[in-house]
């Protein structure tokens, strides 16, 4: 399997630099870094019957979308578990 490029949404982007905690958002850009290797990692769900997955990361929720033909993962939101969903 080759390694997958990663693409960030503006707006997810945003969402990280909101973090307050600069340990929490290192955590979650070392968990986006991790998705180029193994883009469906154990514990990768698909609540939403989409072609979206979601990973944890603490209270946090990784929402993100993968094309497998191009080999290329897009963060779409992330957000604490409360509402990345809305």
């Known amino acids: 399997m080759g390694r997958y490029k990663i693409f960030i949404k503006p707006s997810a982007v945003r969402e990280i630099e909101r973090m307050a905690e600069e340990k929490q958002r290192q955590r979650i850009v070392a968990r986006i870094e991790a998705l180029s290797e193994?883009?469906?990692?154990?514990?990768?769900?698909?609540?939403?019957?989409?072609?979206?997955?979601?990973?944890?990361?603490?209270?946090?929720?990784?929402?993100?979308?993968?094309?497998?033909?191009?080999?290329?993962?897009?963060?779409?939101?992330?957000?604490?578990?409360?509402?990345?969903?809305?």
């Open 38 to 86: 193994e883009p469906r990692p154990s514990g990768c769900e698909n609540p939403t019957g989409r072609e979206q997955y979601r990973v944890r990361q603490g209270a946090y929720r990784i929402v993100y979308a993968i094309e497998d033909d191009r080999l290329v993962v897009y963060v779409v939101k992330v957000g604490h578990r409360s509402g990345p969903y809305r």
